[in-house]
């Protein structure tokens, strides 16, 4: 059974759409909403918790319908039984922290020894345990946020509903925290829905992300098949670690295709077909920035996809490196372990053969792009 | 949203708050639109009424109307002019110069919620009155000069005292500029060769123009609304402003269509004055020197000048505060107040005077009334104005901006004004002579303070605080009673003290109103002053000065408590 359901959701401010027809259904899980400030995510997430009413459409938790425009149904936010972890805490700065998480409990006239046990339980699990008679000032960025989450599954919702949570912590903090967060939803086993425009975090913590743009739900799917096989443009670019051209398929046999690419001065790639299929046609090429091989020597004469260019610039990132090579009118980056040299910087001296793996390469058909 | 959405939001405890906002609506428009209405109608109250614009016409066929115009400006923005002149200067001296004994200085901002301001211009009459005033008095004891310099009863003594009244709004407003001046403004001044004096006047005082046009506004508007300076000070000079006249056309000659008429010449000058200030206020925002750093400004040496500073220090010391102080309760101590008794001081001290007006029903029944009315008032319209902005900020129900409009719309409004609709409401029914009337007539003077002070406390309330009770169950009044309030107890205690004080102190809302056995505060002060009994005048309002400085002194140290304008 589903645990949200979303149909036909819109809204709108003024003559903007914040969200724009949006439907999906998910399971149990993690869910992501992923994507750039103004996308609608925090609408979406808001909309479910009952905090915005959305101008059409319907939502259900569980089995229950929660909001129903054409159905006249609205249940407000505090019938919900939900958890929400704002994006700056949203502490109650004149409670303690036992205060702060037992508000919920308090309201629902649940007796004090079991509140207590509860409050004490779930600050236990977030790792503030004796921390209970601070202030929220008392305490730093992290303990904050922990404050919160313990605050928001104290009540053991059946969702938990995460916006930005992590955007306030420093980046260091960031990245232990999102690790941490994961585990910790999963030890409680409650699904959550979790909004970052950080396409990592996205990736670290969720079992599925949907990918919105403009209002509208672009991708939805597992991370990993975001990250390899995006289905529109705008997802792939926001993904990032890779470069964007348009081409043309020109032959398509087997499971293969045969693309021309106009920008590399109309070299041809091989790669794999799309699942959708793609007989011929305008398509957008998307090359994963890491799996691509770069040399100063040809490579061997069975190596498909090579290309000639000339390297520009090169920016170390400790660890890894960003070449970027201009192929005919378009710059490619390369990103790679390795330091490639830089032989020079003026004309011929810049050569280099980059190879592109199929698995590299991925199309998107222009006109999927609805 | 939709329209469907909308509803489906009402019933999201918006209806609550949503009514209660509108009730205090209606008590806010009523006499308002009452005034206005009665301004459009000729006849006499409790008669059928035709509409038509004789009002008018007799307002701008008497041919004092030019002249009292012109009386209305040159007093408002002369006394806004000295004011926050005086103030902007003293907040320079204190922020930025090296003058000894600024200190002095400090005591002011307080000195106003202390000080009525029908006891300043007591005791400027006293100092200032042509005949028996204490400083003609010297000039004619020790100088020999016997024609009268100083007279209370001038426009220039009227403008003396509202403008010294002014000065601690333009401190105020000017402070924070010169204390949190982004010292790399005037630095890269220096760096450009200008030396400090040119700094000074080419970089350092245009950019506080802009507090200052603020300050200066905000006190002509104030002079405006001003009820006790032209009735003691310009009536018996004869120098008619519209509060005075409005006055007069209710007071002498009950004529209520009149009164409303002048009236809204007077609402009409002081909603373009809002006007302007709104203006005024939205241009600084925009040239605001002010950023949240704490900066440390550096004080400048000004050298011998400093004795010039210190001199002005110590001048406004003596005049603004001191003196009045001073004289105020010297006449209250001495057995009747004259010249020569005056000056024969401490001889015939005693508390005769108190004794006296203690022993009056009408100034003891005065006093408990306004004592009462006040903390019941001050309660009620806190209380009002937190769930105005609560609705306004933090229910879903479409339209409450006009409850901003609403809200702030009585300081348009002179107090004065005011208590002409509730005459013209409540004349002829139980609720006149009662301390109803009374009660709604300080409810919606005092309303603006207490609705613009919850509004700023909540808008910087962050609003997911209110959305994280309300996503983990709880109802609006939860998340009033809980979360809202709690967090707004510190400006809540605030606004509570400040209309307190506000409310005992109260004239203008309160002088159409009172009658025999309905005695209400400062307003037995007036009466007492208008039959000459000036010593009376004195002990009575020494009581109200020592009321208020238990009050303001509580709030201060048992709360610590901040105050602003």
């Known amino acids: 059974m589903a645990i949200l359901k979303v149909a036909g959701v819109t809204k709108l401010y003024k003559d903007l759409k ?91 006239k649940v007796p004090r020894d079991e509140v207590k046990r509860r409050v004490l339980a779930a600050l236990e699990l977030v790792g503030l345990g004796g921390r209970e008679e601070r202030y929220p000032s008392q305490l730093s960025g992290g303990q904050q946020q922990r404050v919160a989450l313990a605050r928001s599954i104290v009540m053991e919702p059946r969702l938990i509903l995460l916006d930005e949570p992590l955007s306030n912590l420093d980046a260091k903090l960031r990245e232990e925290m999102r690790v941490e967060l994961k585990k910790l939803i999963k030890k ?3 699904s959550a ?41 705008f997802v792939a670019s926001f993904i990032g670690h890779s470069t964007l051209v348009e081409g043309h398929v020109i032959k398509a046999v087997g499971g293969e295709c045969v693309v021309q690419i ?44 090579v290309l000639e260019g000339a390297m520009t610039s090169r920016e170390y990132r400790g660890g890894l490196t960003d070449h970027r090579v201009q192929i005919g009118s378009k710059e490619v980056v390369v990103t790679s372990h390795r330091l490639c040299p830089m032989i020079s910087v003026d004309g011929e001296g810049g050569k280099v053969f980059l190879c592109i793996e199929k698995s590299a390469i991925s199309l998107i058909p222009t006109h999927a792009a609805v | 949203m ?61 041919k004092d109307i030019w002249p009292m115009l012109s009386n209305s400006i040159i007093y408002a923005g002369g006394s806004a002019l000295l004011g926050t002149g005086l103030g902007g200067l003293l907040a320079w001296i204190v922020a930025r110069t090296n003058t000894p004994g600024k200190g002095l200085v400090e005591l002011m901002p307080l000195y106003p919620l202390l000080m009525p301001p029908i006891m300043k211009n007591i005791a400027w009459i006293l100092l200032l009155a042509p005949k028996s005033g204490i400083l003609n008095g010297m000039l004619e004891q020790f100088l020999g000069i016997t024609y009268p310099v100083f007279n209370a009863f001038t426009m220039a003594g009227m403008i003396w005292t509202f403008g010294i009244a002014c000065v601690p709004l333009g401190y105020l407003f000017l402070l924070p500029v010169f204390l949190s001046f982004d010292p790399s ?60 006249r409005v006055y007069d056309s209710m007071a002498l000659e009950f004529n209520t269509g009149l009164a409303t008429a002048y009236s809204v010449v007077l609402v009409i000058l ?138 702030t719309l009585p300081l348009a409004f002179p107090p004065l004004v005011l208590s002409v609709g509730l005459v013209i409401i409540f004349v002829g029914t139980p609720l006149y002579n009662s301390l109803w009337a009374l009660g709604v007539g300080l409810f919606v003077a005092d309303f603006p303070y207490a609705f613009r002070n919850a509004s700023g406390a909540i808008v910087n309330i962050h609003k997911e605080l209110d959305e994280a009770a309300w996503v983990h169950g709880a109802k609006w009044r939860h998340v009033f009673f809980k979360v809202t309030l709690p967090i707004l107890k510190p400006a809540v205690g605030g606004a509570l003290f400040y209309i307190f004080i506000e ?44 009321i208020l400085i238990v009050a303001v002194s509580v709030a201060k140290f048992a709360f610590k408590m901040k105050f602003s304008l």
């Not at chain 1, 249940?75 to 704002?86: H, L, N, Q, T």
């Not at chain 1, 994963?288 to 770069?294: A, E, V």
């Not at chain 2, 241009?283 to 004795?307: L, Q």
Request: with cysteine; glycine share 8%; aromatic share 12%.
């Open chain 1, 193 to 233: 829905l979790y909004v970052t425009h950080d396409q990592e975090e996205a990736f670290v913590i969720s079992d599925k992300v949907v990918v919105m743009n403009a209002g509208k739900i672009l991708q939805y799917d597992s991370p990993d098949e975001i990250y390899s096989h995006p289905c529109d443009p």
């Open chain 1, 262 to 305: 106009p920008e590399f001065d109309n070299a041809t790639l091989v790669c794999a077909a799309p699942k959708m299929g793609l007989a011929s046609g305008p398509c957008s090429v998307v090359i994963k920035n890491g799996d691509l091989r770069l040399s100063h020597q040809k490579f061997s004469i069975d190596a498909i996809n």
């Open chain 1, 18 to 108: 914040a969200l724009d027809n949006v439907s999906f259904e998910f399971e149990k899980g993690i869910l992501s909403f992923l994507g750039p400030s103004g996308c609608g995510k925090t609408t979406l997430l808001r909309s479910i918790a009952g905090l915005e009413i959305p101008d059409a459409g319907s939502i259900s938790i569980g089995d229950k319908v929660q909001t129903s425009i054409e159905g006249g149904v609205l249940i407000p936010p505090y019938s919900r039984e939900i958890g929400f972890v704002f994006q700056n805490y949203a502490l109650w700065p004149h409670m303690t922290v036992f205060k702060n998480v037992a508000f919920a409990l308090n309201l629902r």
């Open chain 2, 270 to 407: 002081s909603a373009l004055t809002l006007y302007f200030y709104v203006r005024a206020t939205r241009f600084s925002e925009r040239y605001a020197t002010i950023t949240g750093k704490g900066y440390r400004v550096r004080v400048i040496d000004i050298g011998p000048w400093k004795y010039v500073t210190f001199a002005a220090v110590c001048l406004y010391f003596l005049a603004g505060i001191a003196v009045p102080f001073v004289v105020l309760i010297v006449v209250s101590i001495i057995p009747y107040f004259d010249y020569e008794t005056f000056m024969t001081f401490p001889a015939h001290m005693g508390l005769n005077n108190y004794r006296t007006v203690l022993r009056h029903a009408s100034f003891l029944n005065g006093l408990r009334n306004s004592v009462m009315l006040s903390v019941v008032i001050a309660l009620i319209t806190v209380f009002a104005g937190i769930v105005m902005a609560f609705t306004i900020h933090r229910t879903r129900a479409v339209g409450t901006k006009i409850f901003e409009f609403i809200g």
């Open chain 2, 503 to 546: 409310a005992i102190r109260n004239v203008d809302v309160a002088v159409l109103l009172t009658a025999p056995g309905l005695e209400y505060g400062p307003v037995t002060l007036f009466e007492y002053f208008r039959v000459g009994q000036w010593a009376e005048a004195s002990a009575g309002g020494v009581i109200y000065l020592i």
């Open chain 2, 185 to 244: 403004l005037e630095e890269s001044a220096y760096i450009a060769g200008s030396r400090p004096v040119s700094t000074m006047l080419k970089i350092t005082f245009p950019l506080a123009i802009p507090a200052f046009i603020s300050a200066f506004v905000l006190n002509f508007l104030r002079a405006l609304r001003s009820f006790e300076t032209p009735v003691l000070q310009g009536t018996p000079g004869n120098i008619k402003v519209f509060v005075s």
């Open chain 2, 2 to 62: 939709t329209w469907k959405a909308n509803r489906l939001a009402l019933r999201q405890g918006s209806l609550f708050p949503l009514s209660a906002s509108s009730l205090a609506a209606v008590v806010i428009v009523t006499p308002v639109l009452v005034v206005l209405w009665r301004s459009l109608t000729s006849g006499k109250l409790g008669f059928t009424v035709a509409i038509n614009v004789d009002n008018y016409l007799r307002v701008f066929a008497d």
């Open chain 1, 188 to 190: 409680v086993g409650i």
